[in-house]
């Protein structure tokens, strides 16, 4: 739990934050959820569909998201890095979020 709430201030280091909580972590929850769901859904239970596929996968990616937004404001590297690990993140939780 301390780590997530490290993660949510922007404390943890920008690649930490990129590639562990948001490339990897981002994948497997999303693909877990994505499975979970289809697997619900074929089985005509989808009510709970919906909320297994939705109601971990969307507040993850809000949490990934915001701490790779804010770990970039922190960052003391080139800012291009930064600006694209935002940019990267954002996107590609809103797309695992949606599809």
């Keep these: 739990m ?15 934050a990129f590639w ?3 490339v990897i972590g981002g994948l497997l929850v999303n693909g877990v959820t994505s499975g979970l769901f289809l697997v619900l859904a074929v ?5 709970l569909a919906v909320i297994a596929g939705y109601a971990v996968s969307i507040p993850y990616n809000i949490l990934a998201a915001v701490g790779v937004w ?6 003391r590297g080139e800012r291009r890095w930064a600006d694209l690990a935002r940019l990267v993140t954002v996107a590609g939780m809103v797309l695992l979020s949606f599809t």
């Design 2 to 16: 301390k780590k997530l709430h490290r993660l949510w201030r922007g404390e943890l280091a920008l690649f930490d």
């Design 20 to 22: 562990n909580w948001a």
């Design 43 to 47: 089985n005509d239970q989808l009510a």
């Design 70 to 75: 804010r770990s970039a404001g922190r960052y």
